[in-house]
Every structure is written in structure tokens, then in C-alpha cells.
């Protein structure tokens, strides 16, 4: 038997989640958004209580790209983009998270020193890209989700 070359779950992991923030980000290519990479929390957005916006995760609970509505601050309405993001949409043990909650991830994994707690930002400050591995040596806890199509809801008049 002959034994092919050896990859060790770490760096197969590393290279899967280097994979996936390299096709969220465009791979050498500058954000034209005017995106800035900060390692802590010196945001200023704030969330309001009412928009839209487009969610495309990578996690183990959570695979797909999802147009999300939050009212109140909380997930009103979802639409999956695909076949398997609106069965997972439809599921309802499947928690689609307001922007508030993704940023609330970020501060949890930077306060419990996760081996990678990242986001790129926004000239505003909210959130474009949010890249998370809470252990370095376990394949399974990476977590990447790209903030899209992002709108504030607008006032109607009364």
C-alpha cells in the first residue's frame, strides 16, 4: 500500500476556512465599499431597530444566503436565496441572527480569546465580513458571515 501525501485536520481546516474567507472577500481584490479590518471593538454603528439586509453564512449550523427583514430588533422575515437555504429558512429550530447578534458573536469570541475573532467594517461601521474560529486545532467551529444588501427601513408617513 502506498501512502499518499499527509494533511493534518488543522491545516486542512485552516486551508477550508482560508478558502471560504477568500471567496467572501474577493480574493485580492479591495472592498469597494471602503471596508477597513478591525481587531476590536471600536465600532461606532448602531443597529437600528428596523432593516434589511443579506446574510450569507458558512457555519456548521447555519450554510447558506438568506434576505433577512429585522423589526424591533428582532428577525421578522427570512428568504432563502436557494433550495436548501429556504428549507432551512422554513425549519424553525433555525435561528437566523439580527446584525446586533453577529456583532454580539464577535465581542463573545474576542472576549473568550478565540483563536481568530475578525471583521472588516464599513465606512459607517457595521459589519461586512465576520471571520470566527474559536479553536485553532478543532475543524469543526469556524464560522464565516458576509453581510450584504444592507437597508435601513425607511419612515412611512403616518
Not at 469597494?32 to 461606532?44: N, V
Request: charged residues 20%; hydrophobic residues 40%.
Amino acid at each position: 500500500m502506498t501512502a499518499g501525501p499527509f494533511r493534518s485536520r488543522p491545516a486542512a481546516a485552516a486551508a477550508l476556512l482560508g478558502a471560504l474567507a477568500c471567496a467572501g472577500a474577493g480574493c485580492g481584490s479591495a472592498p469597494s465599499t471602503g471596508a477597513t479590518a478591525a481587531a476590536g471593538p471600536e465600532r461606532t454603528w448602531q443597529e437600528p431597530a428596523a432593516y434589511t439586509y443579506t446574510l450569507t453564512s458558512s457555519t456548521q449550523v447555519l450554510a447558506g444566503t438568506f434576505r433577512v427583514e429585522v423589526r424591533d430588533g428582532k428577525v421578522v422575515g427570512v428568504a432563502g436565496a436557494d433550495a436548501d437555504s429556504r428549507r432551512q429558512a422554513l425549519d424553525p429550530h433555525t435561528e437566523i441572527p439580527t446584525i446586533g447578534k453577529l456583532l454580539e458573536t464577535l465581542d463573545r469570541a474576542r472576549a473568550e480569546h478565540a483563536h481568530t475573532a475578525e471583521a472588516d467594517y464599513a465606512d459607517d461601521g457595521r459589519p461586512l465580513r465576520i471571520v470566527l474560529d474559536q479553536n485553532e486545532n478543532a475543524i469543526d467551529d469556524e464560522a464565516l458571515y458576509t453581510i450584504s444588501s444592507y437597508e435601513p427601513a425607511t419612515r412611512s408617513a403616518p
